[in-house]
Structures are given as C-alpha cells and as structure tokens.
C-alpha cells in the first residue's frame, strides 16, 4: 500500500520560512519523478515543484522561483520543499505527489497558513 504523509505545515508570518516533508512508503521512491502541488482556497490545484527521479532536475512555477527549493532523499524515500520569503499568497494546502508512467499517488495534504 502506497503512502505520501507531508508534514512541516504550520502558521508563519509574511517573509518565514517553513520546511515541508514528504515521507513515502510502499512504493520504489527512487523510480517515481515528485511533486510539490497546492491548493487553495476557491482555487483550482497547481503543481508548484518537480523533481526527476534522481533529483538532477527541477522546475518551479513562476510564483515561487527563487523563493522555493525542491529536494529529495532516495536513500531515505523523503522529499522536501523549503520554503523562503513566504507570502500571504502562498497559503494553501500542500501535497506530495509520485508519478510514473500510469501510476499516480497523493498525501493528504498539510495546511500552510502565512499571515501577521
């Protein structure tokens, strides 16, 4: 059985930082190209970061390059996104997601809240 669990959410004010975890089991991490999306409120999900299979290529959207870093652990099935200079914008709930070929699993998500 496949599991996401992020963690690291949590309320920051405009211009913290947070660092989000994604722990993954049941699946041969190594293979799966990750994701960072997010979703808020009255608004459709967004992918915010990629990263390859080995972590020897990201891409970001445009909303939080420079501000973001997507990362990954193969050796410990972990993915992570710090999160820098955030923004009131930037609040909604964030998941983890793997990708490969046809297979396609989701966490359950954890609330980022930036606010004064």
């Known amino acids: 059985q496949v599991q996401l669990v992020e963690s690291g959410g949590g309320l920051v004010q405009p211009g913290g930082s947070l660092r989000l975890t994604c722990a993954a089991s049941?699946?041969?991490?190594?293979?799966?190209?990750m994701s960072w999306y997010r979703q808020a409120p009255g608004k459709e999900r967004e992918v915010v970061a990629r990263?390859?299979?080995?972590?020897?290529?990201?891409e970001y959207a445009d909303s939080v390059k420079g501000r973001f870093t997507i990362s990954r652990d193969n050796s410990k099935n972990m993915m992570y996104l710090q999160m820098n200079s955030l923004k009131p914008e930037d609040t909604a709930v964030y998941y983890c997601?793997?990708?490969?070929?046809?297979?396609?699993?989701w966490g359950q998500g954890t609330q980022v809240t930036v606010s004064s």
């Open positions: 049941g699946l041969t991490f190594s293979r799966y190209t």
């Open positions: 997601n793997a990708f490969r070929f046809r297979y396609d699993y």
């Open positions: 990263i390859t299979t080995t972590g020897g290529s990201t």
